[in-house]
């Protein structure tokens, strides 16, 4: 095992346990960014197939079976878009706060706030 000093549930040591599930299964060989991506996006739909027909109502108040449902496409896409950035070498949380960074700028509270609108209809 290796050791880290990341809590158990970390994306640190979730990244290692995926990366160790597909070298065991000589999996590399199939997980090239296209595929991968692919994939993702199979599975995203596969998450939306749960809301489809869903009023918004229904959407928040499912049974814990659906819930469950929903939990593993979730889980699934979560999963390859951690394998896309591992193969691809991004830094999953350094990309997500430079982009929530970015996004402060494009919708300022002043603007955005209580508002759908994109970021150009502010201009």
């Given at each position: 095992?290796?050791?880290?000093?990341?809590s158990p549930d970390s994306l640190v040591q979730l990244?290692q346990k995926l990366k160790q599930f597909v070298e065991?299964?000589?999996?590399?060989?199939?997980?090239?960014?296209?595929?991968?991506?692919?994939a993702m996006i199979v599975e995203a739909a596969e998450?939306?197939?749960?809301?489809?027909?869903?009023?918004?109502?229904?959407?928040?108040?499912?049974?814990?079976?659906?819930?469950?449902?929903?939990?593993?496409?979730?889980?699934?896409?979560?999963?390859?878009?951690?394998?896309?950035?591992?193969?691809?070498?991004?830094?999953?949380?350094?990309?997500?706060?430079?982009?929530?960074?970015?996004?402060?700028?494009?919708?300022?509270?002043?603007?955005?706030?209580?508002?759908?609108?994109?970021?150009?209809?502010?201009?």
């Open positions: 095992m290796i050791e880290t000093n990341a990244n065991v299964r000589d999996w590399t060989q199939f997980h090239s960014p296209k595929n991968l991506a692919m998450l939306v197939e749960h809301f489809q027909w869903s009023t918004e109502d229904e959407s928040y108040h499912m049974s814990p079976e659906k819930l469950d449902q929903v939990g593993q496409e979730i889980a699934d896409t979560f999963v390859y878009l951690l394998r896309l950035a591992q193969v691809l070498n991004i830094d999953l949380i350094d990309a997500a706060n430079k982009k929530i960074a970015l996004n402060a700028l494009k919708y300022p509270v002043d603007k955005a706030r209580g508002k759908n609108n994109k970021y150009t209809d502010y201009l």
